[in-house]
């Protein structure tokens, strides 16, 4: 006897037993949290690698490399580079553009727009599906939630077909219905925490792009004054 209501209560049973919409739920949930899983890591070495090439760049150019050859650098195709040289490349490109003895405002405010517009774009790209992780720890509960209500609406259901209501004609059905909560938990808890540790890294990395851009702008403000 033992034996078998060990078998009814195990995962699987209860799943495969579950109805059609708890199932669905389920299926949901572990769509959701593999996605988050690959974005997560996805992003973990995006996020880790973007910080190494800013931490190399900012050793090379503050120990006073020559600017063009640091240009040439960035844009050799069999380089890769990060997403402040690439910041540094536009405004220099920019900057070079215009000939001697122009206007320096305008030259410097060209070469600002320059460098945002490159900032912007990189920036875009490292909070990529940083909004798919908060709404994954944001709604996956909820949906976890409404597997678990449902599978409780129709354990109680099912008691009115029953004379004599015991804890054994409940438990399956409750069984199954907070195996759904728990799977919405398990696919919220780690994009949240991923979330929030991403979030925070790109911010450090937004603010040393700008603090480098409106360094560099006063290193090209003094060249062209030379």
Do not use: C
């Amino acid at each position: 006897m033992s034996t078998t209501v060990t078998q009814d209560m195990s995962f699987l049973h209860l799943i495969t037993g579950a109805s059609v919409l708890v199932q669905l739920v389920m299926l949901i949930l572990v769509m959701i949290s593999l996605l988050s899983w690959w974005y997560i890591f996805r992003k973990l070495f995006v996020i880790r690698n973007e910080i190494n090439k800013t931490d190399e760049f900012e050793d090379v150019f503050w120990r006073g490399a020559d600017l063009n050859s640091l240009y040439q650098r960035t844009t050799n195709s069999r380089y890769v580079s990060g997403s402040m040289e690439r910041i540094f490349a536009a405004g220099f490109n920019e900057f070079n553009k215009h000939p001697i003895g122009s206007d320096l405002d305008a030259v410097m405010e060209s070469t600002r727009r320059a460098m945002r517009a490159t900032y912007q774009r990189e920036m875009d790209y490292l909070e990529s599906h940083l909004s798919f992780l908060a709404t994954v720890g944001s709604v996956s509960p909820y949906i976890g939630l409404l597997g678990t209500v449902w599978g409780i609406m129709n354990s109680f259901r099912s008691l009115s077909s029953v004379t004599q209501a015991t804890i054994a004609h409940v438990a399956p059905g409750i069984a199954e219905a907070l195996i759904a909560t728990a799977m919405g938990l398990f696919a919220a808890i780690p994009a949240v925490v991923a979330y929030n540790r991403y979030a925070s890294r790109t911010d450090q990395l937004a603010t040393r792009f700008e603090s480098f851009m409106e360094e560099l702008s006063n290193v090209l403000q003094r060249r062209a004054a030379q």
